[in-house]
C-alpha cells in the first residue's frame, strides 16, 4: 500500500476569544487524520494567543489522499481544571487533497486559517506541514493504518515522558 507521510507542526493561535473571566485561558489543540488524534500540551502562559511549536507525524494511505476523503481536524479547547468537560472553542479543516496540491517541492510549508465555532470567526491558527513520498512497504516505513499509527505515536510519547497515557 503506497503511502505519504504528513508532518504537521502546530505552531501557534493568535486572537482567540479570552472567555475566562477568573482564571487565564489555557489552550490546547487536537489535531486529527484517519481518526487517530494527537493532543499538544496546555499553553500555559499565552491565553488568547498560544504557542506550541508541537510536531507530530501521521502516515496516511496515497488513495484517501487522491478520493478528497481525508481532512486534516484541528480542534481548539479552552483547559478547565476541575471541570468535567473543557470549553471547545473552535476548530480548523483542511482537505488532504488541498494540502497535497499546496505542498512546495518536498520543503514544508506554512499556512494560517480563521478557526471556525458556531458563532463567527475566533482568531487564526497557524500551522506548518511537510508532506513526505515513502517507498511501497519499505523497510522502516509503517504500514498506513490508524492503529499502527497510533501506538507509534503512543510509544514516543511513553519514552519521551516516562508513561503510556492516552493521546
Known amino acids: 500500500m503506497e503511502c505519504v ?6 505552531i501557534s493561535a493568535t486572537n482567540l476569544t479570552d472567555s475566562r473571566s477568573f482564571f487565564k485561558t489555557k489552550v490546547y ?7 487517530v488524534e494527537h493532543r499538544t500540551p496546555v499553553d500555559e502562559h499565552g491565553k488568547a494567543n498560544p504557542r506550541w511549536n508541537f510536531l507530530t507525524t501521521f502516515f496516511i494511505r496515497k488513495s484517501g489522499i487522491k478520493k478528497n476523503v481525508n481532512m486534516l481536524t484541528i480542534k481548539l479547547y479552552s483547559y478547565r481544571r476541575g471541570w468535567p468537560k473543557d470549553r471547545y472553542i473552535g476548530k480548523v479543516e483542511v482537505s488532504l487533497k488541498e494540502l497535497h496540491g499546496w505542498k512546495a517541492g518536498g520543503g514544508s510549508k506554512t499556512l494560517s486559517f480563521p478557526v471556525k465555532s458556531s458563532r463567527e470567526s475566533e482568531g487564526k491558527l497557524n500551522f506548518s506541514y511537510k508532506i513526505v513520498n515513502t517507498a511501497t512497504g519499505g ?4 504500514p498506513c493504518t490508524s492503529t499502527i499509527c497510533e501506538i507509534i505515536f503512543r510509544v514516543t510519547l511513553g519514552s519521551i515522558f516516562g508513561f503510556m497515557g492516552s493521546t
Do not use: F, M, R, Y
Not at 139 to 142: A, E, H, V, Y
Open 29 to 35: 489543540a487536537t489535531v486529527s487524520v484517519e481518526g
Open 139 to 142: 523497510g522502516d516505513t509503517p
Open 5 to 10: 507521510k504528513l508532518q504537521i507542526n502546530l
